[in-house]
């Protein structure tokens, strides 16, 4: 057999930020991360036989919670970068602490077709079954494979490959944590191969947030009854602020007031602090229910969950759009309007691809 021809071997850039994934300890104190990505590539069964060619990149060297808005934003930059100079994919490694808001953003800001893929893991390699390998060469894999285009950020952990915008962390220790409640993942690796069972239908891109603008946006989850102050204590420091209501969109009804107030000044996000389901818009009508709440100047956001919520609203603010952009935003990112309105078009429309049939409301 002929050998494959330079041009058609699948070229992979990993960027390395740290997290579970390189952590190791010599003192028996805890584990920090300290392995490069290189030494990840490297401890990765099997890789060298996929015919895949690996560039590593020290990007970070960050627990996943210390990870910035700023290490992301330059992130994307660099991952383009390096997709334009003929990468055929690019895989994040970081904590998984944030993934689910980390690939998010690297969602929106990710405007090339090429496929970007985070990972991470759950056992560090001090642990028996650490899972790192596994899943750093099942998001090479899916990195490699021209199946994964158009598909915006992925990620790729125990072998299930799931779309930025819907992914969620469901739980502290287990391995198969990540978890995509409203729609399940998008597809999965198959001995070594990925398999998307269905598609992302269109992809929502936004300008790139500007260096200059650290907007402060709070996430504020409601909960039995609530004291206003509390609110009141974080409000008048925010740019933005995301609620995390009861169930549809519910908040108790000393809360309406400072609510009313704060949403003539700052753009407010209605969401649901339930792990799966929409916001509804007119189907409660007591005060604090989601009804009320919209007609004071609150942003429905549909499927959107609060952290991605957040995620969104910040960008948008140090992105420097204007009020209606951001509610127009939310309306598509939340499934509540159709894609054709989302204020940045997108070159990667495929709004011929059905999503997963929960997804939209």
Same mark, same amino acid.
């Given at each position: ?175 198969? @944590? ?24 269109? %992809? ?55 609510? @009313? ?21 007119? @189907? ?6 989601? %009804?009320?709440?919209?007609? %004071? ?65």
């Amino acid at each position: 057999m002929s050998p494959t021809p330079p041009e058609l071997v699948p070229n992979v850039v990993v960027f390395g930020l740290g997290g579970t994934i390189a952590m190791t300890s010599g003192t028996g104190d805890g584990v920090s991360p300290t392995l490069s990505a290189r030494d990840l590539v490297d401890a990765v069964p099997g890789l060298a036989t996929t015919g895949i060619d690996i560039k590593v990149v020290d990007f970070r060297r960050r627990p996943g919670a210390s990870l910035t808005f700023a290490d992301i934003t330059a992130l994307a930059a660099a991952a383009t970068r390096e997709l334009a100079a003929g990468a055929t994919g690019v895989v994040v490694t970081q904590g998984t602490d944030t993934i689910e808001e980390t690939a998010y953003l690297l969602d929106l800001l990710h405007h090339r077709p090429e496929p970007l893929v985070v990972t991470g893991a759950m056992r560090n390699p001090t642990l028996a079954g650490a899972d790192g390998p596994a899943n750093l060469l099942a998001a090479i894999q899916t990195a490699a494979s021209p199946t994964t285009r158009d598909q915006g950020c992925l990620v790729v952990l125990a072998d299930e490959i799931h779309a930025a915008r819907r992914v969620a962390k469901t739980h502290s220790t287990h391995g198969g @944590t990540f978890r995509s409640p409203d729609t399940g993942p998008i597809g999965y690796v198959v001995e070594g191969t990925a398999q998307l069972l269905t598609h992302v239908s269109y %992809r929502l891109t936004i300008p790139t947030p500007h260096q200059d603008e650290r907007p402060r946006v709070g996430l504020y989850t409601v909960s039995l009854d609530d004291d206003p102050a509390l609110l009141n204590a974080i409000a008048d420091r925010c740019d933005g602020l995301v609620i995390a209501g009861f169930g549809v969109g519910h908040v108790p009804e000393p809360l309406v007031d400072p609510l @009313t107030t704060l949403a003539a000044h700052i753009p407010i996000v209605l969401t649901s602090r339930t792990p799966a389901g929409p916001t509804l818009t007119h @189907t409660y009508g007591f005060p604090g229910s989601e %009804r009320d709440l919209l007609t %004071r100047g609150l942003i429905p956001a549909g499927w959107l969950h609060p952290y991605k919520a957040r995620i969104l609203l910040r960008a948008l603010l140090a992105a420097q759009t204007n009020p209606q952009e951001i509610a127009t935003a939310f309306a598509v990112a939340g499934n509540r309007a159709e894609p054709s309105s989302w204020p940045w078009p997108s070159p990667f429309q495929t709004a011929d691809r059905p999503e997963a049939p929960a997804a939209h409301a």
